[in-house]
Structures are given as structure tokens and as C-alpha cells.
T-cell receptor
């Protein structure tokens, strides 16, 4: 039973446009959410996170939105750049600190120049 | 400041063999978590070590075991290898401090192939 779902395996976006990556979760105990980016032959790199007490967190070109009632979060990248091409993983945890990350299967983003 | 390091980078084993993977956490981190990432999947939590003890464990059989050393480095051991154990094994480190250590830093992984 997948607790964190990324239903789009891949996404293709033109350079300069907005990329929107979606993530759904089923476990209402999750109260902290993270996005990781992964390039081939590298480990996942932390990108941005959001606590369940917020509905938006912004860091430069990256914004994460959280809709708790829908158990849905999304990552917006504006403007998209070719270097953003990677696999993006959504992850969730219980806010007790150092609990296991539960990952989705990832979405491969391709930004076309 | 070195990040999380893992060795070896790649490993090829045959069914039934045993393997040991190693991880050195980021400087200042005291907690190590291990994940298995199969092809096309997200990382799956194996276990976490803190203060040289297994603190949490995911849904993996006892063939998977680990260890944490006083310098916080860690090993993952897998016995009686199966073809299905072929995957990328990721180590992540964090700090169990006042902030809770939600952010985990990942190493580049060890690619294990079981033939």
C-alpha cells in the first residue's frame, strides 16, 4: 500500500515555462513533507520542504504548496531551466524527528531548451 | 566539508553470497539511515542507526543487518543474496538534535547487482 504517490512518471516542459510536479499521500499522520531531486549516479539532494502548519513555502524558483484537506502537495518550478532535468521525489515523515522518510516513486522532469 | 560517502560504488555478487556496504556520514551528523532503491521505484527505508543501535526498521527480512561504529560510520550487511536484492543502496545521514533532524543528506549510493 503506497502511502506517498506520484502518479506522473514523467513530465516534459519547455525552458522558461512552469513545471508542476504533484504528490498525493494517504496517511494523515504525515506532518512534514520534502522534495528531493536526483541526477543519475548521484544520491537524492534535498530541495525544499514544508510543515503541515503551512500551506506554502518558497525558495527562489521553487515553491511547494500543501493542501491538507486533499492530502495533496505540489512543487512549482518557475522558470524551468535545462539543469532542472532530473527525477524528483516527494517524501513524507511524522514530525517526531529522524523518522523514516516515505518516498513516492518519483517523476522524471525533462526541461527542453 | 565532505558530504555523505559510500563504498564501494558498484558491486557484483552471485546468489547466496554475502555483501557489506559502508557509509560515512556528513561531518557533525550522528544518525545513519539506509534505503534500498529498486529500478523505477522510490527509496525504501531499511533501518536507522543512532548511538550504535538500530532505532527503527522497515519491512525488510533479517538477512539485512547493520552496524554503527563509535565514529558514526555504518555498515549494511546482506546475507544469502537473492536476485531481487539487486538495487541502489542509499545511505542518508542526519543529526538527532533539537531541530529534530528532518533533513537527511544522501550519499551517492552503492549499485549492487546479484547474478
Amino acid at each position: 500500500d503506497q502511502q506517498v504517490k506520484q502518479n506522473s512518471p514523467s513530465l516534459s516542459v519547455q525552458e522558461g515555462r512552469i513545471s508542476i510536479l504533484n504528490c498525493d499521500y494517504t496517511n494523515s499522520m504525515f506532518d512534514y513533507f520534502l522534495w528531493y531531486k536526483k541526477y543519475p549516479a548521484e544520491g537524492p539532494t534535498f530541495l525544499i520542504s514544508i510543515s503541515s502548519i503551512k500551506d506554502k513555502n518558497e525558495d527562489g524558483r521553487f515553491t511547494v504548496f500543501l493542501n491538507k484537506s486533499a492530502k495533496h502537495l505540489s512543487l512549482h518550478i518557475v522558470p524551468s531551466q535545462p539543469g532542472d532535468s532530473a527525477v524528483y521525489f516527494c517524501a513524507a515523515i511524522w514530525q517526531s524527528g529522524n523518522t523514516p522518510l516515505v518516498f513516492g516513486k518519483g517523476t522524471r522532469l525533462s526541461v527542453i531548451a | 566539508d565532505a558530504g555523505v560517502t559510500q563504498s564501494p560504488t558498484h558491486l557484483i555478487k552471485t546468489r547466496g553470497q554475502q555483501v557489506t556496504l559502508r557509509c560515512s556520514p556528513k561531518s557533525g551528523h550522528d544518525t545513519v539511515s539506509w534505503y534500498q532503491q529498486a529500478l523505477g521505484q522510490g527509496p525504501q527505508f531499511i533501518f536507522q542507526y543512532y548511538e550504535e543501535e538500530e532505532r527503527q526498521r522497515g519491512n525488510f527480512p533479517d538477512r539485512f543487518s547493520g552496524h554503527q561504529f563509535p565514529n558514526y560510520s555504518s555498515e549494511l550487511n546482506v546475507n544469502a543474496l537473492l536476485l531481487g536484492d539487486s538495487a541502489l543502496y542509499l545511505c542518508a545521514s542526519s543529526f538527532t538534535g533539537l531541530a529534530g533532524g528532518n533533513e537527511q543528506f544522501f550519499g551517492p549510493g552503492t549499485r549492487l547487482t546479484v547474478l
